[in-house]
């Protein structure tokens, strides 16, 4: 039988990286309450107020306090992109920041996306070029396809690929999102 | 009578955007993460830091402590929950007791050991840390065939073989095959464990109404009537007091065709706290316990004439099953042997199968599950022969392919393959590439230095599973169709579609047999209380099963359209078409919305015949369905990095009739790149200690946008005669066919140094070792 390493028994799984680099010591709940922070911002052009604790992650922010379910989480570790939205107008990985850091700034998400029933440019070229599946990656890709735009209005297939490597799709190998992001570029050119 | 504007353009065959898609661009659909229910509380699991450890006592009082904690659950108190399930059968099969919470000993890193159930998931994942086990770690053996040589720790201390089956499989006469071969070429080769990845991790949220005893599952799956009947039955729950509901499913590719530890949980933690109760599993956990896919070690032998015909295969091979099974564990290995001769006229075979306990995570369905090993097998094994006899690749499997005048073709595995042309798709995709032109510029290519390869396959995969005798839990699918009161057309289908696109094929099949438009139909489907028992969406059977029962549930339909057609029309002799019923002699016609009416209100009814419009049909299939193609690969492996860049993919593939092209398109893209990903980037390594070290994202190399080719993909049609479709499936061709053309054409670039055969993933760093070590890694 193999020795015992010391320090093995309780050595724990870490769970969520960032989650959890920031959990550890507040685990007193009154003072976690009483730590908590007020933030204001503007999502999707609605003013938002809220206390929260300074650990909670944008993401959970968005999804579980102000209701906006559109952005997904997918790794909590800023890998797969599925949570990004915009802050002040630049594609950000929402598990990667805190929700107080956002505190008086402007954060669109996918939701804020389509005005007045009118879907855009980018959501459009996606349903038409079958740039998803299971739509798991899509609010994400969506904005960060946009920003990559925004950039860069004629990328080249090579550009997207590379504008869009921060994003993870598991179902659509890719194509049709350069598809898709070609032709919203061509109808935003045309 | 009125006419109403009649719609004459048929939608099956057309490249049309998807139904399903405006809620998934817009951020509106709801995934189980984005329930939300008053009182709702969250749980966070405690899992094992061992690959295997007694557990000698656990403390739970800090947790249960922490204010905003409702509860803790271990082991010892989910003893009155069953099982987590095996449904796959084999001769002497030895299934360990699976709890949904280890009790005294865990088995992997990730084995559930507690639950948190908190009112914030930030206090549940706090709580866990309160959380005390006292192990005492085992020793472990993670790699399979070591887990079978002597003296190797014993996984489950009852079988200190490590041995959980053996399986036997012959067809022919191998022994006087290989005796009178003229060549017999042998490889090992392996199917490296990979780790499935949907997008959207698993997830289970659970509410029990105890007044009604009934406990609703919302839980990302592919198969929820199948989960309501083993989770009922986990529970001690009746089965129709349990509702499976599949909210949105953010991929699957097998990992959610089964039923897991987490589902019988929740349903078990909410009936214990009365409150409902979410899970989310986190990355990590998704990783670590969600089942991996492939692990395979495989000894080919194949027995060839000098000319090049094949006389007999024989296979060893060993399956990493991990240290449990879950739904399908066992069987996956045998659809590898069921599908070993692949296209070819192989009348001798042998396969024998270990199955082998491991402490990792059990492996089961992963995309292909079984076949893209199979197929990379034989894949490989023609290209070895072809090497041994200095023939060419293409040239030895046109040489050896099954004629397009033999179906259906019984194989020497027991199957009939329905239909096909094999030579068709490899000669297509010969000609997409310019063969000889490439041939000749990869001679040029490498008298200059360059490392430039071309690599063929041609692939078969059984799928539309299945006849039911052929599959555990029933191999039919269900469909219902309703046209309801205002004409309006209502599909329910018991397969589970997540992002295949049946919402939107479903509908073209039932738009044009009632020639309504596409936007009068929807397609509903994965909630137990709503729509008919059903299968689900797995093996390529979406469309190949579920379709076909759409399809005569309209048939069926259609006779009752008829009838009432007549009826109003005061005539016998009707047509429906364009969305009404038309009398063949007066061409005077009445609407289906005026027909549904009549239906409903019943003032008066055809004779014999009942009111309302609605058809169920239970569509079971006569055999498999075997699709079929041919990749090729162009690719260039740069000395200076070892890194492989792909020049060109191209993929003919045949999966019969095409419903909607832009939807294939799709599949054959997202499975081409799985594969893309196994041959080049994807392995799930544990330690010796048992340890998951490719534990995240971070370390485990899942495709990005920069990391694939462009994919020129094309079609030949062999329409199958299995279903009144002529549909194949596609959704796992791609992943069968990728592997092995990338794998082939990196050897092809190499094969001047030596070198014959490389295993899985072909990293940058293998394959510089190779280049720089002169064809020794
Ligand atoms: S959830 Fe933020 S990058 Fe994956
Ligand atoms: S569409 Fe499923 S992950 Fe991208």
Redesign the interface.
């Given at each position: 039988?193999?020795p015992?390493?010391p320090g093995?028994?309780s050595?724990?799984?870490?769970?969520?990286?960032i989650?959890?680099a920031f959990?550890?010591n507040?685990?007193d709940?009154?003072k976690a309450d009483s730590m908590k922070r007020k933030i204001n911002l503007t999502i999707n052009g609605k003013s938002f107020t809220d206390e929260v604790?300074p650990?909670?992650l944008l993401i959970?922010y968005l999804?579980e306090v102000a209701g906006?379910?559109?952005?997904?989480?997918?790794?909590?570790?800023s890998?797969?992109g599925?949570c990004t939205v915009a802050l002040d107008g630049k594609a950000v990985k929402s598990c990667t920041m805190f929700a107080v850091q956002a505190d008086g700034r402007e954060v669109t998400?996918?939701?804020g996306?389509?005005t007045n029933g009118q879907?855009h440019p980018v959501?459009e070229a996606?349903?038409?070029e079958?740039a998803?599946?299971?739509?798991?990656?899509?609010?994400g890709m969506?904005m960060t396809s946009k920003q990559l735009l925004e950039r860069n209005p004629h990328p080249t297939?090579?550009e997207?690929?590379?504008g869009?490597?921060g994003?993870?799709?598991?179902?659509?190998?890719?194509?049709?999102?350069?598809n898709a992001v070609k032709a919203a570029a061509a109808k935003a050119g045309a | 009578m009125a006419t109403t504007i009649t719609k004459t353009e048929t939608l099956v065959g057309k490249r049309i955007?998807?139904q399903?898609?405006?809620?998934?661009?817009?951020?509106?659909?709801?995934?189980v993460?984005?329930i939300k229910m008053p009182g709702m509380h969250h749980a966070?699991i405690l899992?094992?830091?061992?690959g295997a450890a007694k557990i000698r006592s656990i403390d739970i009082k800090p947790a249960q402590d922490?204010?905003?904690v409702a509860a803790v659950f271990t082991g010892k108190d989910v003893e009155g929950v069953g099982p987590v399930p095996c449904g796959a059968s084999l001769p002497g099969l030895r299934v360990p007791p699976h709890a949904i919470l280890a009790k005294d000993r865990v088995y992997f890193?990730?084995h559930p050991v507690a639950v948190v159930v908190a009112t914030d998931?930030?206090?549940a994942?706090?709580a866990?840390?309160?959380i005390e086990v006292?192990?005492?770690?085992?020793?472990t053996v993670t790699d399979p065939e070591k887990a079978l040589a002597a003296g190797a720790p014993a996984v489950h201390p009852e079988w200190p073989d490590n041995t959980a089956f053996l399986y036997h499989q012959e067809g022919g006469d191998p022994e006087t095959a290989f005796k009178e071969a003229e060549v017999v070429v042998k490889q090992r080769i392996t199917s490296q464990r990979l780790i499935p990845?949907?997008?959207?991790?698993r997830g289970v949220v659970a509410e029990y109404r105890s007044a009604e005893k009934s406990l609703t599952l919302y839980s990302s799956t592919q198969i929820p009537h199948l989960l309501r009947t083993l989770v009922s039955q986990m529970l001690g729950l009746a089965e129709n007091h349990l509702r499976v509901i599949t909210p949105?499913?953010?991929?699957g590719?097998g990992s959610k065709l089964n039923v897991y530890a987490e589902e019988a949980l929740m349903g078990f933690v909410a009936m214990k706290i009365g409150k409902p109760v979410k899970w989310?599993e986190?990355?990590?956990?998704n990783f670590?316990c969600t089942i991996h896919g492939r692990g395979h070690v495989d000894y080919y032998e194949v027995a060839a004439k000098r000319d090049g015909t094949v006389l007999g295969l024989r296979l060893k091979l060993i399956q990493d099953l991990g240290a449990y099974h879950q739904l399908l564990t066992p069987a996956i290995p045998t659809l590898s042997v069921l599908m070993m001769p692949g296209l070819y006229k192989f009348r001798n075979v042998t396969a024998d199968i270990v199955g082998v306990f491991t402490n990792c995570v059990p492996t089961d369905a992963y995309r292909g599950a079984g076949r893209p090993e199979a197929t990379h097998g034989i894949e490989r094994m023609m290209d070895l022969l072809a090497a041994e006899l200095k023939m060419d690749p293409a040239e030895l499997r046109l040489k050896n392919f099954i004629g397009k005048d033999e179906f259906p073709y019984a194989t020497a595995t027991g199957l009939s393959y329905d239909s096909g042309n094999y030579a068709e798709p490899l000669k297509k995709a010969l000609d997409l590439v310019d063969y000889h032109k490439l041939r000749q510029e990869q001679k040029q290519a490498k008298a200059s230095g360059r490392l430039l390869g071309v690599g063929i396959s041609t692939y078969g995969e059984i799928c539309a599973f299945g006849p039911s005798p052929a599959t555990p839990a029933g191999g039919w699918e269900s469909a219902t169709v309703k046209i309801e009161p205002s004409g309006k057309v209502t599909v329910m289908t018991g397969a589970s579609p997540?992002?295949?696109?049946e919402e939107t094929t479903f509908a073209q099949i039932a738009a044009d047999e009632l020639g309504v438009p596409i936007d009068d139909v929807i397609v509903v489907h994965g909630d137990t209380a709503v729509v008919q028992y059903g299968i689900g969406t797995f093996g390529s059977r979406g469309t190949a099963v579920g379709g076909p029962a759409v399809y005569y549930a309209l048939q069926e339909l259609k006779k009752k359209i008829r009838k009432f057609g007549e009826m109003l029309l005061e005539t016998t002799d009707v047509t429906v078409s364009g969305g009404q019923c038309v009398d063949n002699r007066t061409g005077k016609s009445v609407s289906l919305a005026q027909i549904a009416g009549a239906s409903y209100r019943a003032m008066k009814l055809p004779p014999n015949t009942e009111p309302g419009m609605v058809a169920t049909y239970f569509w079971e299939p006569p055999n498999f369905a075997f699709p079929f193609g041919a990749h090729i690969v162009v690719s260039e492996v740069d000395r200076e990095t070892g890194h492989v860049e792909i020049k060109r993919y191209v993929a003919v593939d045949d999966c019969g009739n095409i419903i909607n092209p832009?939807?294939v398109?799709?599949q054959?893209?997202?499975?081409?790149?799985?594969g893309l990903g196994q041959a080049l980037y994807e392995q799930a390594v544990y330690d010796d200690d048992g340890q998951l070290i490719t534990g995240?994202?971070?370390d485990y190399a899942?495709?990005?946008?920069?990391m694939?080719p462009?994919?020129e993909s094309s079609h030949t049609i062999t329409p199958s005669p299995v279903n009144p479709l002529g549909v194949k499936g596609v959704g796992e061709a791609?992943t069968i066919g990728c592997s092995p053309a990338v794998v082939n054409s990196v050897v092809d670039a190499l094969s001047h140094l030596g070198v014959k055969h490389i295993d899985m993933p072909m990293t940058p760093e293998k394959l510089w070792n190779l280049v720089h070590q002169g064809g020794q890694a």
């Open positions: 039988m193999r015992e390493t093995m028994a050595r724990r799984p870490s769970r969520h990286l989650f959890n959990c550890h507040i685990i709940r009154q604790e650990r909670m959970h999804r906006f379910t559109g952005p997904h989480i997918g790794c909590e570790t890998i797969c599925a998400t996918i939701e996306l389509a879907l959501q996606f349903w038409n079958h998803l599946q299971c739509g798991f990656c899509t609010p969506i297939e090579e997207i690929r590379h869009i490597e994003n993870l799709c598991r179902c659509t190998g890719y194509q049709h999102i350069v | 955007r998807r399903e898609d405006p809620r998934l661009i817009t951020g509106t659909a709801t995934y993460d984005d966070c899992r094992s830091p061992h922490l204010p905003g890193i990730g998931r930030y206090i994942a706090d866990l840390d309160l006292d192990y005492e770690p085992l020793p990845t949907a997008m959207e991790t949105e499913v953010g991929g590719f989310i986190s990355r990590r956990e670590q997540h992002g295949q696109g832009l939807l398109d799709g054959v893209h997202g499975g081409v790149v799985q995240e994202l971070m899942i495709p990005k946008a920069s694939v462009w994919i791609g």
